[in-house]
């Protein structure tokens, strides 16, 4: 197996708050550098899906890091839709997906408890940081025991996804923010030209 000492030897540290941080195509363009193409393939196809989740994978490009993540995924979706379900009275097996696909079960107990809580958010900024967090505590658990290899890499690519994620959340926020304010004073502006006049 491949080791990468090099490479993430040079990565700075990433908690789920950081604020300053590499991008993923950074990142992406350091791997290409020094990966072999094989796991090159690896860390490419190892993706945060906030839309759908990720259910397609050749066979060749299939790690524990990927089978464990997409389990994961799948099983935090399955959480959400049986939570949503409750809440509108229905029947959610139409929407679960099968995780047996991707390898072992994961998650548990906490999983779901996280879930139940992001859900009776009803700010849906706090519930997205909240289902983050949740995703942020298993990559820690399937970092552990990983140096210097692939796998490492695979979820240091994870999390970077979700700090851009939640970048781009507190970005729009502040934008709506100001548009708000914005609109506040113009109209305000109008109103004093208005009384000059």
């Known amino acids: 197996m491949a080791k990468y000492y090099y490479l993430i030897a040079t990565l700075p540290t990433l908690t789920s708050d950081s604020n ?13 550098r020094w990966l072999s193409r094989r796991d090159l393939h690896l860390v490419e196809s190892t993706v945060v899906s906030f839309a759908a989740p990720q259910v397609k994978q ?16 799948t099983q935090l979706r399955n959480a ?8 509108q009275k229905r029947d959610p097996a139409a929407f679960l997906r099968e995780t047996e696909q991707f390898g072992a079960a994961v998650g548990g107990e906490w999983l779901v408890q996280g879930v139940r809580a992001a859900i009776q958010q009803e700010n849906p900024l706090t519930a997205e940081q909240m ?12 970092e552990r025991g990983q140096f210097f290899t692939v796998e ?11 700090l851009e994620r ?5 970005f729009e926020q ?14 305000q502006l109008q109103g004093v ?5």
């Open 58 to 73: 050749e066979k060749a490009v299939v790690n524990r890091i990927l089978q464990h993540w997409q389990a994961f995924e």
């Open 80 to 87: 959400l839709v049986r939570q949503r379900a409750l809440k």
């Open 20 to 32: 300053q941080f590499m991008s993923s195509e950074s990142f992406l363009e350091l791997c290409r």
């Open 131 to 142: 289902l983050n967090n949740l995703r942020w505590h298993y990559l820690d658990e399937l």
């Open 166 to 170: 939640s970048a781009q959340f507190l």
């Open 174 to 187: 502040g934008e709506a923010h100001f548009q708000q304010a914005y609109a506040a004073a113009a109209k």
């Open 152 to 162: 490492f890499l695979q979820v240091y690519y994870l999390k970077l996804q979700i």
């Open 193 to 197: 030209a208005a009384i000059q006049l």
